[in-house]
């Protein structure tokens, strides 16, 4: 259980005590409007999906909105002699203790009060805005039940908040042709390490909106947003096609995202994906995960000979409102341009929008149902140029990762251009590249390998990127040193500096991303 913060630390007759008992004031008056969670409520702020970290906060915090937001900013910066800092947590799905706050102030933001409204304008735009604890799920639901409007850009998991996923990115197979969710957000309402709530966009405290997107909750916390959307469709086809090579994997996964560069978008899918996996009967990570319904089987005798024991799959949706046959024909003409993937392995299935989005939704119930949902998971997720990632495919999937993960091992390309350089997030210098998203899912030990097991495994991969002087950043990025984050940021590092001075000059914010320390003031 975590105690509520009666402020042990003021002393009686202290002429020094006045910063505490702000924050011990404004505790107390949350405490009474019931804005303090205690025992296993607040539990959850000292933990996160990842697993391998335990760091108790002083108070766990439901802010109601923007105002509450600034008032707990604002009463820990006015105690410039403590060691106090303040997390945004969302869902809490960050992996080495990214939304905590040791001994600090943890706010809740998904209990933060609903905002939602959609706008259209005359020129045929629309958006949404939506509060920054909202859960992309909840934004789907809306839009699409409420408006048959959808935002264009998504995560592949939707149980994340729009203010978690704005603060790294916000990737899926969407991103190829739209970019990350942040090139797809227009207006923010931030709250600064200052305690200021200022609005900002590319027009209005320009500087302020492009360093918070990707900006790993280092200069505010995000309490609204205002994302862009289309029309939604009815339905989706959704494809999966094996490959035995790795070449000819990326060759046509790089053919289909960059086809729409050079013409109609109505010739290109509407998702792109892909990922490895193993030439075994292991429904984890196996021939098994790769079919899209239970009647549909993976006949291993389908496969060439020449198959190894690293195989790829090629995953695509196409949306569609027609009649079956309109998207058959388009789906035909995509499929029909010389790609190399195994003819007689492909798989297809037609679903409802909001089902296709919502799929791994399907992967976390089976995950909790048999108790490897709450196991630790020491994932990796990296962004490798395309210069780099044959290598990365013979030495990591096929010699480190020989044996599997357990769970996904994402990789597709996308494109730099469809990424606004302005934000805060770092890639890769190459137009083309891929993410790598190692998504461990094993059971916890001594059933399945310890996480600092795989943790060393995880740190293995990385040191191979970097001795062999790959164009590779590390996506949901972590690290312990700031010499390390230095070399993440490389030439972006002064400014990122500059502005978490002039935002957080005391670095309040976010200290579970271990990039800054806390300023103390005498």
Known sequence: MIAYLECN????????????????????????????????????????????????????????????????????????????????????????????????????????????SVVKMSNGSAYADVSGGALWEDVLKRC??????????????????????????????????????????????VVTGKGETLVCSETENSELFFSV??????????????????????????????????????????????RQQQGEESDSFDYVEGFAFMNTDNPADGRPSVPLHPDQVFDPTRLPKTAGSVLYCLELARHYSD???????????????????????????????????????HSEDHAKASGIWDSPHPWLNLFVSKSDIANFDRVVFKEILKDGIGGPMLVYPLLRSKWDDRTS????????????????????????????????QNQEIVQYCTNEGFDFKLYLPHYRSQDDWKQHFG??????????????????????QKIFPRILQP
Request: proline share 5%.
């Open 9 to 116: 630390f003021v002393q009686e007759n202290d002429t020094e005590s006045k910063p505490y008992e702000a924050v011990a004031g404004l505790c107390k008056e949350l405490d009474r409007r019931g804005r303090i969670a205690y025992g296993a409520a607040a539990g959850q702020a000292g933990k996160d999906f990842g697993g391998m970290n335990s760091l108790m906060p002083l108070a766990f915090i439901r802010p109601s909105g923007a105002d509450d937001v600034a008032r707990v900013v604002r009463a820990v910066a006015s105690s410039s002699n403590l060691n106090l800092t303040v997390a945004a947590r969302g869902n809490g799905h960050s992996i080495n203790g990214q939304a905590m706050a040791d001994k600090g102030l943890v706010l809740d933001m998904p209990s933060m009060e609903d905002h939602f």
């Open 144 to 189: 699409v039940r409420e408006h048959r409007m959808t935002p264009r850009s998504w995560t592949d998991y939707l149980s994340l908040t729009v203010g978690g996923t704005l603060s790294n990115a916000g990737v899926s197979g969407q991103a190829f042709r739209y970019g990350p969710q942040t090139s797809n957000v227009t207006e923010l309402e």
């Open 213 to 258: 997107l990707g900006g790993l909750g280092q200069f505010g916390i995000i309490t609204r947003a205002r994302v862009l959307l289309q029309p939604a469709p009815a339905m989706v086809r959704w494809i999966r096609l094996v490959y035995t090579e790795f070449d000819d994997f990326t060759r046509d996964a790089e053919l289909l995202v960059t």
């Open 323 to 361: 009649h079956p046959s309109i998207v058959d024909m388009g789906v035909n003409r995509l499929l029909a341009g010389g790609l190399r993937f195994v003819k007689e392995l492909k798989f297809q299935l037609d679903v409802e929008y909001e089902e296709f989005l919502l799929r791994v939704k």
């Open 425 to 456: 997030v770092v890639l890769p210098k190459s137009e083309i590249f891929y993410i790598v998203a190692l998504l461990r899912f094993t059971p916890a030990y001594p059933n399945g390998p310890s996480f600092e097991t795989l943790v060393a």
């Open 491 to 512: 030439n972006q590092w002064a400014r990122f500096g500059e502005l978490k001075t002039c935002f957080d000059p005391m670095a309040i914010l976010a200290p579970g």
